[in-house]
């Protein structure tokens, strides 16, 4: 059983939300659940050696008996200090991570809490040799994924004030870049900031952390401060995170929900105020397992509960394998980039199945079907393919911008794919009517009708990638 930590030095404030009383009553809770163990996410790295003291050693007072296990990111650059704090005051188990993953939005350094406990009563008697070892091949690894680092430079203290989980930092850093708001990093973090305020200061952790970063990339987006996205709430087309998270989808959170922002935000739409379970349908698993054997001649356990959680995802996942196959067998560079002409290198299917691949020649791009003939050697014996050249049927097509003056014009809230498409030229709409849907980065946007009319110069398709404030269409009244 876990017990989720947003913790700073204002644990013993009793005015704060998730003071320590709140987390010692939670830990009450769990206790009579009859859980074997307590663990203490710390998803922002924001537990300072202080407050875990504090945390950590109320518990094992009141539970002498009980492991304690503490999970945390360093995020802020505290996370050594604060592990050996949590050892001292009584844990019995403390995350780290393999010295050249370390660090930063990771976890902390295992050599270093290593050696910040060598020689006393907590040393983990653990081989320092061995360790390093083992890290000199993740940190080959690392170097093969260089090309999507985050660019983060060192510890960022601003966490105490943000509270981005560290799981969550990079991805959003990257979101913001794709989405055109890459420049405006800064912003990003402080609406993050914000965006907690205003959805009632909740616990960030999947899936409310996404919320949270959804709603703050969409106010960076439209320029929106903290009173706009209260004052205009009832006009704005809020990522599908947020208004899941106000129905009650998420479940209810502690404090409740922030009024009136819920209210203006739903425009009627439904509310949970118990778990969201007693209001859906069953899962109808027989149904999904019929479905995907029929889609895609069978499916495992494993299959069933991914299509469960993520059907689009995992319908274009199978579509991608059924193309290409297994990719999970290619080396990892192989994978990432492709080999130099003449290299030779082996790729094992399975035991004692290994393929010899030689890259022999790449041929011309043909500018009727963007395709190119790639010649290579399979165990000696030379083959050709037809490839699609992704870079060249990438379309460059500069579309009109929405006039925020004229009120029939509909633009884009934010860079992203048109998933889909609802309306048709010529058709009716009523106020707040959907027209499309966006997806940038596993955030969903719909664009509705902000007023009655007739839909004119529709200038999207599914598929097609727009920028902030693109032309989607027309509504004239």
Known sequence: MFTQCILTTSLQNPKKKYNLEYYLNLADKIVKMGVHIIAIKDMAGVLKPRAATLLVGHIREKYPDLPIHVHTHDSAGTGVASMVACAQAGADAVDAATDSMSGMTSQPSIGAIMASLEGGDLDPGLDAHNLRQIDHYWAQVRLLYSPFEAGLTGPDPEVYEHEIPGGQLTNLLFQAAQQGLGSQWAQTKKAYEQANDLLGDIVKVTPTSKVVGDLAQFMVS??????????????????????????????????????????KALRGRRKMDKRPGLYLEPMDFDGIRTKLKEQFGGCSETDVSSYAMYPKVFEDYKKFTQKFGDLSVLPTKYFLNRPQIGEEFNVELEKGKVLILKLLAVG??????????????????????????????????????????????????????????????????????????????????????????????????????????????????
């Open 222 to 263: 439209n320029n929106l401060t903290y009173q706009d996205t209260i004052d205009k709430a009832d006009q704005l087309d809020f990522p599908s995170s947020v208004l899941e998270f106000f129905e009650g989808l998420m479940g209810q959170p502690y404090g409740g929900f922030p009024e009136p922002l819920r209210t």
């Open 364 to 477: 011309p791009l043909s500018e009727q079907t963007g395709q190119r003939e790639v010649f290579y050697e399979m165990n000696g014996e030379v083959r050709q393919v037809t490839v699609d050249d992704s870079k060249a049927a990438v379309e460059n097509k500069s579309r009109p911008k929405a006039d925020v003056g004229d009120s029939s014009q509909v633009g884009a809230p934010m860079s992203g794919v048109v998933v889909e498409v609802r309306v048709k030229d010529g058709m009716e709409v009523s106020k707040g009517d959907p027209i499309a849907v966006l997806s940038a980065m596993k955030m969903e946007m719909v664009i509705s009708a902000p007023h009655s009319g007739k839909i004119g110069s529709l200038g999207v398709k599914e598929g097609d990638s727009v920028d902030g404030q693109d032309l989607v269409c027309k509504i004239v009244k």
